[in-house]
């Protein structure tokens, strides 16, 4: 306060202006506006405006307001999936849209399961040319030319294959909703390693989340298909090298059988003629 001022006068420059730009009456005690001010102690805001502001200029130009046709937001495209071994064409799709949602939707192959849609739980686990991928995140076109491989692919002449009737007889199938990943999953770890221990399984599998299995019964059935291949490969190695096992009575001839040296089998007694004649 000014001194000599009177008692709740504001505070002013040497000019005669307050912090607020009016400068004060003759008395001392009336601000009014600056030169060159507005004064809005009394004036009436615009039902537009707010708090004295200009109201907001609202005119546009109609090209402006436009909104693009849906085709110039979103390009579409049209490209061929090879799925499964079978040419699968996709027209008219949105160029962003995901190798699973394809498989889904377009195609009606529901076999992989959309859990998270950012690559975290494995349920949509596919292979692409040979290496698994997580199809939430592929980019369907750019799989365009590729071999894509869907856990419905698995089975031949509508068998199951090995590991799926493994994952069901371990009981590592609950809800049914991760396990189409987890198929995929143990497909693509024994196609690379035939024999992984329970540590290599485990960490193969540590991209399938599934709560309803508990993994027990998954690591079960990959030991069972594992035994199963080891035994039929053993089998098919011997019959490839004709050293099949024999019982006694099968020994070629020459080799001990029944139907060998006659002669030697006559001087125990059995059928040789010079034992029948020197009875005689």
């Known amino acids: 306060m000014a001194p000599g001022g009177p008692a709740g006068a504001a505070e002013h420059d040497e000019h005669g202006f307050t912090e607020t730009g009016l400068a004060l009456a003759e008395d001392g005690e009336s601000p009014v506006p600056a030169e060159g001010g507005t004064d809005t102690a009394g004036a009436t805001p615009d039902a537009d405006s707010a708090g004295g502001f200009p109201a907001r200029d609202t005119t546009y130009d109609e090209e402006d307001a436009a909104v693009p046709a849906a085709h110039h937001e979103h390009p579409s495209a049209s490209y061929v999936l090879r799925v499964n ?65 869907t856990v419905e692919g698995l089975a031949t002449d509508g068998e199951l294959s090995d590991v ?56 079960d059935a990959v030991r069972e298909v594992v035994a199963e291949r080891e035994a039929t490969a053993a089998e098919a190695e011997a019959a490839a090298s004709g050293a099949e096992p024999r019982i006694p009575h099968q020994a070629p001839p020459g080799e001990g059988g029944i139907h060998g040296d006659h002669g030697h089998q006559g001087d125990h007694g059995t059928h040789g003629p010079h034992h029948n004649g020197g009875m005689a």
Request: aromatic residues 4%; glycine residues 14%.
């Open 85 to 149: 071994g079978a040419d699968r064409p996709v027209t008219g799709a949105w160029i962003g849209e995901s190798l699973l949602y394809v498989l889904r939707e377009r195609l009606g192959l529901a076999g992989a399961k959309d859990g998270c849609s950012q690559g975290e739980c494995g349920a949509c686990a596919v292979q692409v040319d040979g290496r698994l991928v997580a199809s939430c995140l592929v980019p369907a076109a750019t799989a365009a030319g590729s071999e894509v491989r």
């Open 164 to 219: 799926q009737q493994a994952l069901c007889r371990s009981g590592a199938v609950q809800c049914g909703f991760c396990v189409p990943g987890m198929a995929m999953t143990i497909h693509d770890l024994l196609e690379g390693n035939h024999a992984p221990s329970e540590l290599e399984t485990r960490q193969a599998l540590c991209g399938n989340l599934c709560r309803c299995s508990g993994y027990t019964g998954v690591i």
